[in-house]
């Protein structure tokens, strides 16, 4: 045995060194092979010498491999004869059954394949482990197999007497090819293959398994081994039924699924981002409701137990009615709900909760987190986009792996099938956009016109705001009671009433420019942002004169308190000054206007008529419309559905930005009404019920659909830039405004923050508050903000160099599966010269070691290339190693003599090469799914010189 | 009293609305209120004056001509709802391609549709055209013979469409029509096809066409010819007679035969 190991490894020696090439090279072979296997029935008479030689050679082969690999100890010495007989043997064999053969090649054909496959993909596994090793294991299971292949067709007379002795090797063989196929059984949905070969090979992997997995660990070991695998068995079973759950529990899935299917990417993305930002709003919830307002409710003092924690004698008649609370305030402002309602005390309850503490960093905590998120699922996004084009072939990615073979239901391939209608009506879409030219001048002249007329727009809106607030200052100074309902509502209505049909207005400008619906979809976006930001900003420095307003009453009132409690003191107790204070109902009190609730109370009435505003337009703009499109078409004098009112199309942008805007303002008012991200969560279900049924039911697709590629981050950057905006007026607030002194928990401090340093000085060892003093240096501060500039500028020059690396590397890669495929023609031209001449056709196969002799030359060659094509990774190793297909072929004489090629190289080459207008180097191919894209049953062996 | 800044916030939504809908304000001001104002100024109907623009302009005996005339005129002058240029060339290729026998017109109007199926017939195939507004038949017969089409290939009849189809057999000598031109009242292109059906009048495999189905549209008769089985529709998608902008379509529908 040691020595016809060796003997096969110098043999083999040369192909071992690039076994990855030769791996690959077998498969090439196999699938000229099949070409040619195709091309038989038209050359059949011709060839028969050629076939049947062939075929003989082939079950030489197989029988070869199987006494090997049965008799590996005491058949290894006579190897040279019992060759030759075995050829003769089998000669007679294969011409007795050539039929047969050749349905059966077919099947041992995929075996090879998927072995190779197997080998290779080991060998990607731990490419330096083995190295010399995976021939040989790969020759061995091909061994095993055709042992197999005997037994089970039971035409291997010899096989049973070989199976007896088992030995530990052979069970480790065994063992990895069980193995083997289990891998294969799991990847098998991967491969390229037909249904057809995947059905048979997988049965086929099956049964091994069946048979094998059992037989293996004879013995002591056995019972452990068959338990271990049923455990393995259920253990997979489960992973597989958690998957499955997992994928059930994303909410929504489904849904979005359906509405992607009818209503293309675009309007699926908006649903996404609704789905995402829900998440967003439910840590965020979790966060104040957690640590901030059940605390608050257990253990703070009850209600009625303070002043801020009381109604106040004026408004205790009103406080339960509907249309005060539905206004927020009543009982509901003096609740958990707000700000005022904190006590300022630092610890409360038997835990020793530090609400102010807590309050505070849950505030900043509640930006901080979604600062991060915001930032993380951009870099996230941005890592999809690899730079460079994926587009080529887009066409023939779409055509020929649309198709979901894993879909079991109808519903879902009906969905799946609208899903594809539509995905393609994109690309075709898309592909005409790109292939128009239209007149420049012209178009540039109407972009120029319509930025302009939305520019007038901008502007228009933003005085008439600015008008109205103004307006509404001057009544608020006059006394809002000489006034009606519609000058106290003037602010909000204009405010909405443009939101809404600002948009409409913009949409129709845009039509003017002729740009690509996405980019399109862009400039709406950034106009709708531009006019919802004045909105925001308006409503903010609004907001900011109301808490000026409030400061100053503030002031008067803290000098009423001091009058009240000494008239208090003196109309009671005059004579003794030691008694204790009086007890005074806390709804008596006198209390200051209490900005901060005041701001939270804003921002929760401004997103509950958000939110109303936005039901109320769906139901009437979306719903009854097309109930009346629908029902008043039988009797209206046009066509209704087709012509003036039709139905409306989902509005992506208004959605996506409203959606925005809203959460910028959770974001700015959380901070002063802890339930805010409460309502905000309550919002975002309902609405992703009803913004989903409404799609369904009352909306049509957008006439022309598009791809929503990268939209995503679009939009995050957009939430990115809201959050900043909003949390500058939250932290200025925080920052440089005194707190109230009679509510919140900060009160009786200068500054909110000062918590912190209160915290500090109390709950933590004095050297600590030391440390955090010298940190706090802005000696310190200043070179370590520096310093993180400086390390993000370097961070994004590297970013960018990768980028540009990466890009170089793609041309590279397609420009030399280019020039292979240029050298691949050359040589498979030259192959098919030599085939002509009679000469080179002549000499008998070569047989055994004579025939691994004979090829090294050619391998070395292989060798070079392969190595030279290895730097850029697999797919490059595939087609170098196709372009050696045909000199490696020729002298092994598996091209029977073409006696019609004659000097016509391509056409013949067209036959006997699998089609090949997209092989594994070309651009576009998936990275790191390098097997061969195209099923290729049934080729005979390729050279053997690895074997 | 609503404040003006309110009113004001309506504005966008006035301008979406006018920009958004341009075409069709164009379209009710050419077609209403510049007829109704001429028809006052003049005296003459519509029609009356299409036909004078025709008598002064166009080559008698041309068929061709007389409707490059019309076009011209309702390009430049006033707006006339006939078949128009981009649809008519939709119905000449259609019938050129089925070379129909016997032909049925129901909406005469001025004669264009007349005159455009007449110069694509083949020999000796003979055109029933049925108009119910007599003036307009007037004028669509003077129409018809400046084309130079004699009573032998068109015949014109004068009276409601359903009252005239059930006696097209009797009176007219039609037995059965294999191409039929719909472009009458769009209220009536149900009812009629329902007539035409009842009364066998409609060959195997013959062609209807139906024009300005999309708009002013004709919604029920659409979905009756997808729905009831017997036709094969199919809508040819072009624009507005002398409105780029106004979607429009022709429906085809073959007559497959009774259930």
Known sequence: ?947 | MVSPAIALAFLPFLVTLLIRYRHYLVLLYRAVLVAWLRDRLTGTTREQRAFQYLLAHAIPGDPHHILQTFDQWCYHCEHLSCVGPAKGRIVERLLLERAPLWVLELGTYCGYGTVLLAQGLPPGARLYTVEGNPQHAAVAEKVIRLAGFDEHTVELIVGPSEEVIPQLREKHGLMKADFVFMDHWKRCYLRDLRLLESHQLLAEGATILADNVLFPGAPHFLQYAKTCGRYRCKVHRASLEYFRAIPDGVAELRYTGAR
């Open chain 1, 1 to 947: 045995m040691p020595k016809h190991e060796k003997s096969t490894e110098g043999n083999d020696g040369s192909g071992d060194n690039e076994e990855g090439s030769a791996a690959e090279n077998e498969e090439n072979v196999k699938g000229t092979d099949k070409g040619r296997k195709r091309a038989t029935p038209r050359t059949a008479r011709s060839h028969g010498r050629g076939r049947a030689r062939h075929g003989d050679e082939e079950n030489e082969d197989d029988e070869d491999g199987t006494r090997r690999a049965g008799h590996h100890r005491h058949r290894n010495r006579r190897r040279g004869r019992a060759a030759g007989n075995e050829g003769s043997d089998s000669d007679t064999e294969a011409a007795k059954a050539r039929k047969n053969q050749a349905n059966q090649k077919s099947k041992e054909d995929d075996e090879e394949e998927e072995d190779g496959k197997g080998g290779k993909s080991g060998k990607g596994k731990n490419e330096k482990k083995v190295d010399k090793k995976p021939d040989k294991k790969g020759k061995k299971e091909k061994a095993n197999k055709k042992k197999k292949d005997k037994k089970k067709s039971g035409s291997g007379s010899d096989s049973d007497s070989e199976e007896e002795p088992i030995t530990e090797e052979e069970l480790a063989k065994l063992k990895e090819e069980v193995e083997e196929k289990k891998k294969l059984i799991a990847t098998l949905r991967n491969k390229p293959w037909k249904m057809k070969k995947k059905l048979s090979v997988l049965k086929e992997a099956q049964l091994f398994v069946e048979k094998f997995e059992g037989a293996l660990g004879k013995g002591k070991g056995k019972k452990f081994y068959a338990y271990k695998v049923m455990m393995t068995k259920k253990w997979m079973k489960f992973q597989r039924d958690f998957e499955n759950f997992k994928t059930a529990c994303i909410p929504w899935e489904m849904k979005i699924k359906e509405i992607e299917s009818h209503f293309g990417s675009s309007v699926a993305s908006y649903f996404i981002f609704l789905r995402w930002m829900y998440g967003i709003n439910m840590i965020l919830f979790g966060l104040t409701f957690g640590l901030v307002m059940v605390p608050e409710a257990l253990m703070g003092k009850p209600y009625g137990s303070l002043p801020r924690k009381t109604v106040p004698r004026a408004e205790e008649a009103t406080a339960m009615n509907f249309a005060t609370l539905w206004d927020f305030s009543g009982f509901a402002q003096y609740s958990v709900l707000f700000y005022g309602y904190y006590n300022n005390q630092r610890t409360i309850g038997w835990l020793k909760f530090r609400m102010p503490l807590s309050y505070f960093l849950v505030g900043v905590g509640t930006i901080g987190y979604s600062f991060m998120i915001v930032i993380r699922t951009m870099a996230r996004n941005a890592n999809d986009d690899g730079g460079g084009d994926d587009t080529s072939f887009n066409f023939s990615w779409k055509m020929f792996t649309s198709w979901d073979y894993l879909i079991g239901n109808p519903e879902t391939a009906d969905n799946k099938f609208a899903s594809i209608t539509t995905s393609f009506k994109e690309a075709i879409v898309e592909e005409q956009e790109s292939r128009k030219e239209e007149n420049i001048h012209l178009t540039r002249f109407l972009r120029v016109l319509a930025n302009f007329l939305a520019l007038c727009t901008l502007a228009g809106s933003g005085y008439l705001i600015f008008f109205v607030v103004r307006r509404s200052q001057k009544f608020a100074l006059e006394g809002l009671e000489n006034y009606g309902w519609w000058e106290r509502n003037e602010v909000n209505m204009v405010m909405s009433l443009l939101g809404m049909f600002c948009p409409t207005l913009f949409d129709v400008i845009s039509s003017l420019e002729n740009y690509h619906p996405r980019i399109a979809l862009r400039w709406q976006l950034g106009r709708i942002f531009a006019l919802f930001l004045g909105n925001l900003y308006t409503f903010i420095i609004a907001l900011m004169d109301e808490i000026n307003l409030k400061l100053e009453e503030e002031k008067i009132v803290k000098y009423n308190m001091t009058i009240w409690e000494a008239s208090l003191y003196n109309g009671t107790i005059p004579e003794n000054s030691t008694a204790p204070p009086i007890q005074v109902d806390p709804a008596d009190v006198p209390r200051g206007p209490c900005w901060e609730t005041m701001v939270g109370q804003e921002f929760v009435r401004l997103t509950v008529s958000d939110t109303m505003t936005t039901y109320i337009t769906i139901l009437i703009g979306d719903f009854l419309r097309a109930v009346f499109v629908r029902f008043f078409n039988y009797c209206w004098c046009w066509d209704l559905e087709y012509g003036f009112p039709s139905y409306s199309e989902f509005d992506i942008s208004g959605n996506v930005l409203g959606l925005i805007f809203n959460q910028g303002m959770i974001w700015m008012g959380s901070f002063y009404a802890p339930c805010l991200p409460a309502i905000n969560v309550f919002r975002l279900h309902t609405s992703m019920y009803l913004q989903c049924w409404a799609v369904m039911c009352c909306n049509v697709p957008q006439e022309r659909v598009f791809k929503a590629s990268r939209s995503n981050n679009f939009y995050m950057a957009m939430l990115l830039f809201i959050l900043f905006l909003s949390t500058l007026p939250a932290v200025y607030t925080i920052v440089s405004i005194p707190p109230s002194f009679d509510c919140g928990p900060f009160s009786g401090k200068t500054r909110m923050f000062e918590v912190i340093s209160e915290t500090l000085e109390h709950d933590f060892p004095s050297w600590f508050g030391k440390v955090f003093g010298y940190a706090s240096n802005p000696g310190l501060i200043l070179p370590f903000i520096l310093l993180m500039v400086l390390s993000i500028y370097y961070l994004n020059a590297t970013s960018k160099s990768y980028k540009e690396a990466n890009l170089e590397l793609k041309k590279k890669l397609q420009s030399q599966a280019e020039e292979n495929k240029r050298r691949n023609k050359q040589k498979a031209q030259k192959s098919n010269e030599q085939e002509e001449n009679p000469f080179e056709t002549e000499p008998p196969k070569p047989k055994g070691g004579k025939q691994d002799e004979s090829t090294p030359n050619q391998d070395n060659k292989k060798g070079q290339d392969g190595n030279e094509s290895k730097k850029t990774g697999q797919p490059q190793e595939a087609s170098s190693s196709q372009v050696l297909q045909h000199p490696s072929l020729a002298p092994s004489n598996h091209y029977p003599p073409q006696s019609q090629a004659g000097n016509l190289p391509p056409p013949s080459i067209a036959v006997t090469r699998p089609p090949g207008p997209r092989r594994y180097g070309m651009p576009g191919y998936p990275p790191g799914n390098p097997c061969f894209p195209g099923p290729q049953p049934g080729m005979p062996r390729g050279p053997h010189n690895y074997r």
